[in-house]
Every structure is written in C-alpha cells, then in structure tokens.
C-alpha cells in the first residue's frame, strides 16, 4: 500500500477546525488534490500526515502553536497610509477585520494581514493602519481530519 512521504501528490476529503470551530470541510464535495512541500498545507500539518497509507481515516488532534506557529508580537506592525496608497488604492478605506493582500519584495507572490487598528492623519501624525500579519490559527489548537483517496 502506498504511504504518504515528502513530495506526494494526495487526493483527499480534509476537515480543518480551530477553536471557533470548522473552517474548511471538503467531505460534501469534491475531494481535494494537494503536493506536500509546497505549502497548500502547513508544515505542522503535512508532518502528521507522513507515513499514512492510502485509504486511511484519521483525526488529528494538533495542540497549540503546532499547526500554524506561534503568535509572534513582531509580526503586529503600523504601516503607513503613505505606503498603503503606494501599494494600492489611495482611495481605500480600511476597517478593523479587513483582510489585505501585500506583495512580496520580488513582486512573484503575495501575503496578507488582517486590520486591527486605523489611525487617520492628525497635525502631528500620519495616518497608519496596525495589521496582523500571523496566520489566524497562529498559537491555536487545531483538530485536522483526513481522509486519503489516493497518494502518488
């Protein structure tokens, strides 16, 4: 039987929930087809799944900070309006909750922070917006459930 190891292709139904409860579920639809290394699943997930055999059912049950990291206080940064309208819309209103996408320095890809805190331009400050830029399930237990349909 075929086990799941470092650069498998895995066709799979998967569950994923945090302790607010499911996130993603793909067991009422198509099933899944990720690579392993290549960051369609975190790292913390994909070294549960090493070694399980095709075919097989498991819930996994991954304690905080594993799955996702930690919470890292360095990764909670003001960026300012200035930038903002440089990388995108000067027209763009930001609230508490929004979801940004970033460039990378190299332009090839993308990473997101979420609003925590607007500030507007006063006479002695600039505007700026406080994103978090840690994985929502940074620091969180997460139960991952999975089921392999087939493993290349």
């Known amino acids: 039987m075929t086990t799941v190891q470092a650069g498998s292709f895995l066709t799979l139904h998967y569950r994923l929930c945090g302790p607010q409860g499911e996130i993603i579920n793909t067991f009422g639809d198509k099933p899944a087809t990720l690579s392993m290394g290549t960051g369609q699943l ?18 996994i049950d ?15 940064q003001w960026v300012a ?37 607007v500030r507007t331009a006063a006479a002695d400050a600039e505007g700026a917006v406080l994103f978090d830029f840690n994985h929502p ?16």
Do not use: C, W
């Open 42 to 59: 975190a790292p913390g997930i994909e070294e549960r799944l090493l070694g399980m055999q095709e075919g097989s059912h498991a819930t």
């Open 62 to 76: 991954i304690p905080a900070g594993v799955a996702y990291g930690e919470r890292s206080a360095d990764m909670v």
């Open 81 to 117: 309006r200035k930038l903002l309208d440089q990388l995108g819309d000067p027209q763009e209103n930001y609230s508490v909750g929004d979801v940004v996408q970033f460039p990378t320095p190299d332009g090839l890809s993308s990473y997101a922070g979420a609003v925590q805190q």
């Open 137 to 152: 399930l940074a620091g969180q237990p997460v139960t991952f459930e999975v089921q392999l349909i087939g493993v290349l």
